[in-house]
């Protein structure tokens, strides 16, 4: 599998190829990459891209994993209808093929670090969460004739399980390398071990009975906040080490504060107390004030002068958005992107990033 780059997060106006139905509430999304464009969007299987539209007057931006394993000129991802959801629910009533979206160069550190192989992966998936997982697959069992792939994933019944048809295609081609678990919590299956939540008993069943952490050389893991935290709660505790596991979060579980830090209106008021804040991007350097009282995130307030600072979530899950600090101190608010030695370079998520002190000079070229 291939390793990740981090570059620049700049969008592109791509157009979309074909839309797929997928289950009653998801889709997949194909898009034509422009010869010219090609390397911007060369990516790693387990990276995601970010879509940006406009719905009912609002900049609305979220990010979606790439759902196959890499493939010159297009790119795939799956979206699931996230019911009350605004992206979401915009993208599957309204995406036709034809259509021009912008979209953001791949990202992400979802990625195998075992590149040459050979090697066990598993992965422990809920929902949509197959999809970045769906690549990781191809891509292993394709890169190397000793590499094996265990996937453990959750749905709610058999009708919402996304990419099913490719999954089972994929068990054709690999009988003995690639092997599925579907877990189903509102429908019986034959195994008890398959039926029902994925809590902690079961999640211990499994690693009793299917999975053998000993057998393991990488993990992914993809779905709910509580899925994600359990799992990995679980593998420590079975002496599975940090660094052989990889984890993406598509929300933090608490929607409230998604999207609540960009794009949200603040004046700045003559005479009041203010925070300066420069930021240097693409190598030019910008300065803007954040009244103290607001608690205003530094992305928030660099959008006010520079709409091209890079971001997706907004919710301290994606890492588009981190800088490194040059000077001045912030608070971070939230943090489920960085990683500790990226945290011990001085790089914070602007989106979740208030200053504590009166001036703050950050980095988003770094
Ligand atoms: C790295 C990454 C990769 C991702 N990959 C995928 C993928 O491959 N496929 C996929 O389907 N998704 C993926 N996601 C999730 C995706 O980006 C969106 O978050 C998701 O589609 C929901 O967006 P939305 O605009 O539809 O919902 P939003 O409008 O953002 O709302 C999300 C949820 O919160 C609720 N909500 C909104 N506002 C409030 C409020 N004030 N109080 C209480 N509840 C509220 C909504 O009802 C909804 O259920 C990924 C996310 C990340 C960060
Ligand atoms: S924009 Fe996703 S973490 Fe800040």
């Known amino acids: 599998m291939a390793t990740t780059t981090r570059r620049r997060a700049s969008f592109h106006d791509l157009t979309v190829s074909a839309v797929r139905t997928l289950t009653d509430d998801s889709i997949e999304v ?41 493939v010159t000129g297009e790119l795939k991802v799956g979206i699931k209808r996230d019911l009350g959801g605004l992206f979401s629910t915009w993208a599957i009533e309204n995406l036709r093929a034809g259509m021009q979206l912008a979209v953001m160069v791949p990202e992400g550190t979802f990625t195998s670090q ?29 890169g190397h004739p000793g590499n094996r792939f265990s996937l453990v994933y ?25 092997a ?50 359990l799992v990995r709660d679980t593998l420590a505790e079975r002496g599975v080490a940090a660094g052989d596991i990889r984890y993406e979060l598509f929300t933090t579980g608490r929607p409230e504060r998604l999207g609540g830090q960009s794009g949200r209106p603040i004046v700045v008021e003559e005479g009041q107390a203010v925070h300066t804040i420069s930021f240097q991007l693409d190598g030019t350097t910008a300065t803007v004030t954040s009244p103290v009282h607001s608690n205003e995130s530094i992305l928030n307030a660099a959008l006010r002068v520079r709409s091209d600072v890079p971001f997706a979530c907004a919710g301290g899950v994606c890492g588009t958005c981190r800088a490194t600090v040059v000077s001045g101190t912030v608070d971070m608010v939230e943090n489920y992107a960085l990683e500790p030695e990226e945290l011990a370079r001085g790089y914070v998520l602007t989106c979740q990033s208030i200053p504590t002190s009166e ?3 950050v980095n988003y070229d770094s």
């Not at 387990?46 to 990010?63: F, H, K, M, N, P």
């Not at 050979?118 to 990781?136: D, R």
């Open 359 to 361: 001036f703050v000079d």
């Open 154 to 178: 959750s749905n709610r019944t058999a009708m919402d399980t996304m990419f099913v048809d490719e999954l089972a295609d994929l068990k054709d081609r690999y009988p003995t390398r690639l």
């Open 30 to 70: 194909s898009f034509t990459v422009p010869p010219e464009l090609v390397d911007d969007y060369s990516y790693a299987p387990g990276q995601y891209i970010a879509l940006r539209t406009t719905v009912e007057g609002d900049d609305v931006r979220r990010s979606y994993s790439i759902c196959q394993a890499p």
């Open 114 to 142: 075992l590149v040459d192989g050979p090697a066990h992966f598993v992965a422990i998936a809920a929902g949509s969460g197959i999809t970045p997982v769906v690549a990781l697959i191809q891509a292993a069992l394709a």
């Open 180 to 229: 599925l678990y579907h877990v189903l919590t509102r429908e019986r299956r034959s195994s008890e071990l398959l039926s029902g939540r994925l809590d902690a008993e079961k999640i211990g069943g499994i690693l009793d009975q299917l999975v053998s952490p000993s057998d393991v050389d990488e993990w992914f893991i993809c779905g709910p906040f509580e899925l994600v935290q």
